[in-house]
C-alpha cells in the first residue's frame, strides 16, 4: 500500500492519490466535482501515468491544518471557522448528492487557504482497492472524531474559561455522535442555552442552595505502609521474657544456693549465653520488618486537567471542590501531591521528569542559539531565534517572525531543533525554501548546521550559531 504523495511542478504543488478500478458512483463523483468546481473542495484532476491512475490535487499556497497548528494553539474562532464549513460542505454535498464518508476531514487532509481565511476539505471518491494508507474505516464519524481529537490537544486551554467549557461541550457531542452535521454550528450556543435556562430555574428559586446531579465517583484502590503494632508487641513480650530468665541465671550463677533453679553447675552459664545471642538477633531486626500495607478506597471525584497549573488550583478547584463535595483533608492532599504540569509537551504528550539545577546549567552552557544573517541587499533585518519552534512567514498571525514582503508566503518555513539538532522545514510556501542551492520538499524536515545558506524565496540568509 502506498502512502499520500506530494509533487512539486514549479511553483505548484499537488497531493497524488494512486487508485485502480473507477466505479460508477465514483464516476459521478468526479463529474460533479470538475464540472461544478465546488470552492470548498480541493480541485481535483485525474492522471494516468506508468498504467497507474492517480488523483491530483492542487494544494498550492494551502497549508495543511496539523501543519498550522503543530506548533500554534486553537482559538475559538479556529472551532467557530471549522464548525462553520463542516455545515456548509454537508449541506453542498447534500446538494449535488455526493457521499459524505468521502470527505477526508482528518487534519492532515484539511487544508487551509489563508489569504481568503477559508477551509478547504479533500474530496475522494472511493474507488475499488483506494491504494493510500488510512488510519480508520471510511466512516465520517470516524474522520470527524479525528479531528475533533486534535482540535482539543491543540487547543489553547489557557483562554478564557468559557471558551474552554464550550469546546470541551461540543468534543463531547462530537464523540458521541450527537450531532446533527447540517446543523453542526448550532453546537456553538447550545452549552449557552443550557447555561441560560439553569440560571433561570435557580433564579426562581427562592433558596440559596444549588442543587446538582450527583457525579459518580471513582473509587481508587491503593496500599499505605504502616506500623505492624501485632508484631511490634509480640516481640516487645518476647524480649522481657528473654531479660527475665537471664537475670535469673545470672542470679543462679552469682549466688546458687539462693535462686532456687533444677539445674546447676555450667548449665546456667550456657543458658545466659544463648539468651544474650537471642537478644542480640531480636534487636538486630530491621526496621521495615514491622511494616505492613493496608490496603486503602480512595473516592476521586474528578480529575485535574493537564494544562492546569499550580498557581492556579486555589482559584480553579475551589468550586469544585464545593460542588463534588470534597472534603479539607482531600483538598490538602491535592496540594501536596499536585503535580505541576505546565512542562507537559503537546507533541509527545509526556511530562519532563525532575532535573537537579546543575544539570540545567550544564545543559544551558553547552546549547547555542541560532541566528540567521540577512546577506541580500535590501534592507532586512537578521532572524534572532529565540524561541523554538520557530515559525517564519508574512502573516504575523500565525507567526513567530514576520518577514515584510511579498515573496514570502503567509506560513513560509519553519526552524525547529530536536536533540540538540537543528532543522528547517518548508510549509508548503508557493516561491519555496532552499537549503545551499537545493529547493526543500514541502513539510520534508532537513538538518542545518553553521555557515548553511537559506533562502527564503530569493532572500538569502546565512546561518549562524551564537
Do not use: W
Amino acid at each position: 500500500m502506498n502512502k499520500i504523495q506530494y509533487e512539486q511542478e514549479n511553483n505548484m504543488r499537488y497531493m497524488k492519490i494512486e487508485f485502480c478500478n473507477m466505479t460508477q458512483e465514483a464516476e459521478y463523483e468526479i463529474k460533479m466535482l470538475m464540472n461544478n468546481q465546488i470552492s470548498i473542495f480541493l480541485p481535483i484532476a485525474i492522471k494516468t501515468i506508468n498504467n497507474k491512475n492517480i488523483y491530483f490535487y492542487d494544494v498550492t499556497s494551502k497549508q495543511q491544518y496539523c501543519k498550522i497548528y503543530e506548533f500554534n494553539k486553537l482559538q475559538m474562532k479556529d472551532v467557530e471557522l471549522i464548525l462553520n464549513s463542516l455545515e456548509t460542505m454537508a449541506q453542498i454535498v447534500n446538494n449535488y448528492m455526493l457521499n459524505l464518508d468521502s470527505v477526508m476531514v482528518t487534519p492532515d487532509m484539511l487544508f487551509l487557504d489563508l489569504t481568503n481565511k477559508k477551509v478547504m476539505f479533500t474530496y475522494i471518491p472511493m474507488c475499488d482497492e483506494m491504494d493510500f494508507e488510512l488510519n480508520l474505516s471510511p466512516s465520517f464519524d470516524n474522520y470527524i472524531k479525528e479531528l475533533f481529537d486534535f482540535i482539543i490537544e491543540h487547543f489553547d486551554h489557557e483562554s478564557d474559561k468559557k471558551s474552554v467549557v464550550k469546546i470541551y461541550y461540543i468534543y463531547q457531542k462530537i464523540i458521541q455522535h450527537e450531532y446533527n452535521i447540517i446543523k453542526i454550528s448550532d453546537l456553538l450556543y447550545e452549552q449557552e442555552e443550557v447555561s441560560i435556562q439553569d440560571n433561570e430555574i435557580n433564579a426562581d428559586n427562592e433558596s440559596d442552595e444549588i442543587i446538582i446531579k450527583e457525579i459518580p465517583q471513582e473509587i481508587i484502590e491503593d496500599e499505605v505502609e504502616c506500623k505492624n503494632k501485632s508484631l511490634i508487641n509480640t516481640i516487645s513480650l518476647i524480649k522481657g521474657i528473654v531479660a527475665f530468665f537471664f537475670v535469673l541465671n545470672a542470679a543462679k550463677i552469682l549466688a546458687p544456693e539462693i535462686i532456687p533453679l533444677p539445674y546447676s553447675g555450667m548449665i546456667p552459664i550456657v543458658v545466659c549465653v544463648c539468651l544474650t545471642a537471642l537478644l542480640l538477633v531480636l534487636s538486630k531486626i530491621p526496621d521495615y520488618a514491622f511494616i505492613k500495607l493496608n490496603k486503602r478506597s480512595m473516592k476521586q471525584p474528578f480529575t485535574v486537567s493537564s494544562n492546569v497549573k499550580y498557581n492556579n488550583i486555589d482559584s480553579n478547584t475551589d468550586n469544585n471542590m464545593i460542588n463534588n463535595n470534597i472534603t479539607c483533608d482531600t483538598k490538602n492532599d491535592l496540594k501536596n501531591n499536585f503535580v505541576d504540569y505546565s512542562v507537559h509537551n503537546d507533541d509527545s504528550q509526556s511530562v519532563e521528569h525532575t532535573m537537579l539545577l546543575s544539570d540545567y546549567f550544564e545543559r544551558n552552557k553547552k546549547s547555542k542559539n541560532i541566528k540567521m544573517t540577512y546577506c541580500g541587499e535590501d534592507n532586512l533585518e537578521d532572524i534572532f531565534i529565540d524561541k523554538l519552534p520557530c515559525v517564519v512567514g508574512s502573516m504575523a498571525e500565525h507567526c513567530n517572525y514576520v518577514i515584510d514582503s511579498k515573496i514570502v508566503s503567509h506560513i513560509h518555513m519553519c526552524i525547529l531543533k530536536i536533540e540538540d539538532i537543528y532543522y528547517i522545514e518548508d510549509m508548503n510556501s508557493t516561491n519555496g525554501t532552499y537549503l545551499n542551492g537545493e529547493r526543500l520538499i514541502a513539510n520534508e524536515r532537513k538538518e542545518i548546521k553553521k555557515d548553511d545558506v537559506v533562502l527564503v524565496a530569493t532572500l538569502p540568509y546565512k546561518v549562524e550559531m551564537i
